[in-house]
């Protein structure tokens, strides 16, 4: 059976080596003393000629002749004035930021620079934890210089033994007490500051310093006295008049010397003195924490077993001596071999400090801190994984000599000189070299080839297309015209007398210009506003948005006149059709954030606002909600270049709110680009063939501009007669011709400024009732007046009919899949029953 793994606590005083191993026994929760030495130096290394380096060699020497220490942790300690140690109760922080609020105050605590010293620290017990807040917890920080650290080690290093632990003493003797005494206090880790348990004083008297700790297991004040056994072995060579090393002789066996009350009495100033510090340190330790109550004095070391010494700080302090040193052991140490060893027991009390260590060591401590510098780890993290790292350089190199065989044996398979059927590599890769070099002249060819029956076929099409492009804009204007409505009650060569067919029944569009402008690209006229104009087309022409809602924006219907007004302009002229509109009626509707149109009506924007366009909120929240459920990004918009056609006209058809305006324009025109369909010719003497509006490249249509109707506009009566000793002469009142376009920046033209027609532009007013009825001036005709745009890429007549040859091959292929398909369903259907099927 394998051995356990132990750790050996190593105590390196001024008077003697102490050493004690220890395990861990997890069954019965104890530590197990498995061995210890006490090696006693020849002379105390704080004598002026002692050697303290050769005589620490020395005794590790002969510590480790006597003792296996190999693949066993090894704790050392280091005198506690050499360390510094300091708490601190940091207010209440975040769990994750107490490593950086210590490191804060590790630079305000510690007098030295953070790099020259070894560093670590550790929070207290009794601390809680709330909402992952700290709260009323105290850190403790332990320091050492970087040089005394290495000092401490080196004596370790040059006898190669790698040390794991070091450890200040007075935190070794807290760790003793803590395990012993202390150790039913500190298991429910519970600390009520306003009531803390009583503490103890451990006294750990050293060769030349005492180590002072106060604790009560949760909290920890410790103090270094420069006052120890030396000094006792001092006075008497001062008092006696004897050597060091008599003096020496006496202090430990008092009892056999010839006068002890005379030797006790040579001591007496270090006695007195020893307790007067002692007396300070408790004193201030009590201005510090008030709460705190002394239950007794540990003393420790072997200086403790002075005569009279225990007894006289217990009668002038006031605290009784508590005796850990028997009854303690035994119930938290096991190893009876090492516990009743005679030379053990004599020592006993010099053996804490290095039962602390094999505590911190197991893992039992209460502190865990370590002043072991951080490079030392590492090297020897590194050091414990080069036999792996060589291993696994090992097995990698064999696998790459495994992998280099069967790759050379693969490769020398197909080494040029190698034969397989009398056949060498080489004159095998040369024939495929003259196959490959003939396939590439094949395909040379071939390609050259293909380059001229691309160049035939283009001027093939070029040749053809001539006479097709010349019918482009015939076709064009043929599908606008055949988009147009008709109204089939009228002869088109005879004009209807309003007197019998009122002109707002007449359903005629009347086209005042058509006006084009080509895109490289149409998706730079498909704005934003287009699309939205373009979807809310869609929604009107699907129902989800009544033919009654109105634009959402329009200018608003002016004041009308007084009568007289009307009559008569300036020149004594009866004012025709077009001089009683108003000039800015024929505005394009706005463009959000566009002053393009007040612009063009030779407007300041800023004055254009005393016209400003009457919003109906109504319309405008009908037309958002429908737009709001559909699915804009199905919308691609129109690519590639091609034309915009805008169309600027008027129509009278608006006696029914159902089909007047808007929607009179969206149920003929609109409705007819987008779903009507023109017979063209396809040669001379071949026929006619139906053609769409879509495969003519006609798409994308919207009524750019809408306007109110304009209920105050007439038309002259054509067939009127004026009476006897008119001014006018008998001259009847023409019609004005207009002229100019609203340009398409944004919605409605082409961006040329809109020129108003010929008139006065004199506002609207109420038409005057006739005196003759059978022979008025003018006839009432509410006039509505609209922009229409829409996209037309050019599209010949020759790719219209492969287009559609395509089609139809297709279809016949997915007719022909399809009666396989049948064809197969029945084969299965023929298929006798299995008995299964036949349940």
């Known amino acids: 059976m394998a051995a356990k793994s132990g750790v ?175 150790a039913e206090a500190l298991e429910d880790d519970m600390y009520d500051a306003d009531s803390p348990p ?96 002394i239950g007794g004095i540990v003393a420790l070391g072997n200086a403790v077993r002075l005569p009279g010494l225990q007894q006289y700080l217990s009668k002038n302090l006031g605290y009784p001596l508590v005796d850990v040193e028997k009854q303690v052991w035994a119930e938290r140490l096991a190893g009876q071999e090492v516990l009743s060893s005679p030379q053990f027991k004599e020592n006993m009390a010099s053996f804490a400090i290095c039962y602390g260590l094999c505590l911190q060591g197991l893992g039992r401590a209460k502190l865990q801190t370590n002043l072991l510098p951080k490079e030392i780890i590492t090297e020897r993290l590194i050091r414990s994984k080069k036999p792996w790292a060589v291993a696994t350089a090992g097995a990698l190199m064999l696998a790459f000599a495994v992998s280099f065989f069967f790759e050379y ?142 634009p959402v924006e329009a200018l608003p219907v002016e004041p009308e006149l007084p009568l007289e007004d009307e009559l008569e302009n300036e020149s004594g002229e009866e004012p025709n059709g077009d001089e009683d509109r108003d000039p800015a009626g024929d505005r394009p509707l706005d463009v959000p954030g566009d002053q393009s149109n007040d612009e063009a009506d030779g407007q300041d924007p800023e004055e254009a606002e005393d016209v400003a366009p009457v919003i109906d909120a109504e319309a405008e929240a009908v037309i958002e909600a429908a737009l709001a459920e559909f699915d804009a990004d199905a919308i691609t918009g129109p690519e590639g ?55 003519l490249g006609i798409g994308f249509g919207i009524l750019a501009v809408e306007r109110l109707i304009d209920q105050n506009h007439r038309v002259p009566n054509p067939f009127y007669e004026p009476p006897t000793g008119d001014p006018a002469g008998g001259r009847g009142p023409g019609m004005g011709l207009g002229s100019g376009m609203e340009g398409l920046g944004g919605l409605g033209g082409f961006g040329g400024s809109q020129q108003p027609q010929t008139g006065t532009g004199r506002p609207r007013s109420k038409p005057r009732v006739d005196e003759e009825a059978d022979n008025p001036r003018f006839f009432p005709a509410p006039k509505y007046s609209f922009v229409v745009q829409f996209c037309w890429q050019e599209s010949l007549l020759t790719e219209r009919l492969r287009a559609r040859q395509e089609a139809l091959m297709d279809e016949d292929e997915d007719q022909m899949d399809w009666a396989d398909g049948e064809d197969a369903v029945a084969g299965d259907n023929d298929l006798p029953l299995t008995n299964e099927q036949g349940d």
Not at 63 to 84: I, K, M, T, W, Y
Not at 150 to 176: G, V
Request: net charge negative; glycine share 6%; hydrophobic share 40%.
């Open 198 to 293: 009583d503490s103890y004083v451990i006294l750990n008297v050293g060769t030349d310093t005492t180590d002072l700790v106060v604790t009560n297991g949760f909290r920890v004040w410790q103090r270094s006295i420069p006052l120890g056994g030396s000094h006792f072995t001092k006075q008497l060579t001062k008092e006696l008049k004897l050597t060091f090393a008599k003096a020496e002789h006496l202090k430990r066996n008092v009892r056999e010397a010839e006068d002890p009350k005379a030797v006790i009495q040579a001591m007496r100033p270090v006695f007195s003195d020893f307790l007067t510090e002692v007396q300070r340190s408790i004193g201030f330790f009590q201005n510090i924490d008030r709460r705190a109550q």
């Open 409 to 550: 044996n693969e490769w020398y398979k197909v080494h040029p000189t190698t034969r397989f059927d009398q056949v060498t590599w080489d004159q095998a890769m040369s024939e495929v070299g003259s196959v490959q070099t003939l396939s590439s002249n094949f395909d040379s060819e071939d390609s050259q080839r293909m380059r001229r029956l691309e160049e035939l076929n283009a001027l093939g099409v070029e040749l053809s297309g001539n006479s097709d492009r010349r019918l482009l804009w015939l076709e064009l204007k043929k599908a606008l015209n055949r988009a147009l409505p008709v109204d089939e009650k009228f002869d088109p060569n005879e004009i209807p007398d309003p007197r019998e067919i009122p002109i707002s029944q007449r359903r005629d569009l009347h086209i005042e210009y058509i006006e084009s402008q080509f895109f490289e690209d149409l998706s730079t006229w498909f704005t934003t506003p287009v699309r939205r104009k373009y979807i809310e087309e869609l929604l009107r022409h699907e129902g989800k948005i009544a033919a009654t809602v109105g």
């Open 641 to 695: 270049p091609g034309w915009v056609i805008e169309l600027r006209g008027h129509h009278f058809y608006n006696e029914d709110p159902e089909t007047w305006a808007g929607t009179h324009v969206r149920d003929t025109l609109l409705k007819n680009l987008r779903e009507g369909t023109i017979r063209l010719p396809i040669e001379l003497g071949e026929g006619f063939e139906e053609f769409t509006m879509e495969e």
């Open 8 to 182: 050996w606590g190593i105590d390196i005083g001024h008077c003697a080596l102490k050493a004690l191993r220890c395990e861990y026994d997890a069954e019965n929760n104890m530590l197990v003393a498995t061995a210890f030495d006490y090696i006693e130096h020849p002379k105390i290394l704080s004598q002026p000629d002692a050697n303290p380096k050769e005589l620490i060699r020395e005794a590790l020497t002969q510590f480790l002749e006597r003792n296996q220490v190999r693949g066993d942790r090894v704790a050392v300690s280091v005198p506690g004035q050499n360390g510094l140690a300091r708490f601190f109760q940091p207010p209440p922080v975040d769990m994750k930021r107490l490593p950086e609020i210590v490191r804060f105050e590790a630079r305000q605590q510690i007098p030295f620079p953070l790099e020259e010293v070894i560093w670590d620290f550790q929070m207290m017990g009794g601390a809680s934890e709330v909402d992952g807040f700290l709260m009323e917890a105290e850190i403790g920080l332990f320091a050492m210089k970087r040089d005394q650290v290495y000092a401490a080690l080196q004596p370790y290093l040059a006898a190669d033994m790698e040390i794991h632990h070091i450890q200040l003493a007075p935190l070794c003797a807290y760790n003793f007490l803590a395990h012993t005494l202390l």
